[in-house]
């Protein structure tokens, strides 16, 4: 099975955050009338783009040295990038046609969230200490944990962000 570089892992976690702007910004253009819907997925896609710069940042200091047991963790990080949610490299979302409701949107987001989640900490597993880069993973860590806060209490009817 072929291995992921560091750098590659990288510039998928770009991928995944851009993968989730134009999901949530689908989303808003697909059902206009839930202003809630709109209010939640604006805000999250905002989010999407802040993270994929942080991942650009991060990107200009990695080097191309692979860490200890990067074999094991490069079939993982592939295993996470190859499910349903992203369904492997340079690809888009799968299609969005069993999305006929805000729920469906709603349950999709919180999925997709739980995917990306399981990939950063991946992610923050391989990456150096250097320059904050472990730090930096972890504040995107824990906001993304946030998303999946927002998600649940929206499709839980509380409509509070």
Same mark, same amino acid.
């Given at each position: 099975?072929?291995?992921?570089?560091?750098?590659?892992?990288?510039?998928?976690?770009?991928?995944?955050?851009?993968?989730?702007? &134009?999901?949530?910004?689908?989303?808003?253009?697909? =059902?206009?009338?839930?202003?809630?819907?709109?209010?939640? =997925?604006?805000?999250?896609?905002?989010?999407?783009?802040?993270?994929?710069?942080?991942?650009? &940042?991060? %990107?200009?200091?990695?080097? &191309?040295?692979?860490?200890?047991?990067?074999?094991?963790?490069?079939?993982?990080?592939?295993?996470?990038?190859?499910? %349903? =949610?992203?369904?492997?490299?340079?690809?888009?979302?799968?299609?969005?046609?069993?999305?006929?409701?805000?729920? &469906?949107?709603?349950? =999709?987001?919180?999925?997709?969230?739980?995917?990306?989640?399981?990939?950063?900490?991946?992610?923050?597993?391989?990456?150096?200490?250097?320059?904050?880069?472990?730090?930096?993973?972890?504040?995107?860590?824990?906001?993304?944990?946030?998303?999946?806060?927002?998600?649940?209490?929206?499709?839980?009817?509380?409509?509070?962000?």
């Amino acid at each position: 099975m072929e291995k992921y570089s560091v750098r590659e892992v990288v510039e998928q976690a770009v991928r995944t955050e851009r993968l989730g702007y &134009d999901f949530y910004t689908s989303m808003i253009l697909r =059902f206009p009338e839930d202003k809630g819907l709109q209010e939640l =997925f604006g805000k999250l896609a905002e989010k999407e783009r802040e993270h994929e710069k942080k991942f650009l &940042d991060l %990107e200009a200091t990695i080097r &191309d040295e692979e860490p200890v047991d990067w074999e094991e963790v490069s079939e993982y990080l592939r295993a996470i990038v190859e499910s %349903e =949610f992203f369904l492997g490299r340079d690809k888009a979302l799968p299609e969005l046609e069993h999305v006929k409701t805000v729920k &469906d949107a709603v349950r =999709f987001a919180i999925g997709f969230e739980k995917e990306t989640l399981l990939y950063f900490y991946g992610l923050r597993d391989v990456v150096r200490n250097v320059a904050n880069e472990k730090k930096v993973i972890d504040i995107i860590i824990e906001e993304e944990k946030s998303h999946v806060i927002m998600l649940s209490r929206f499709g839980a009817g509380s409509g509070s962000l």
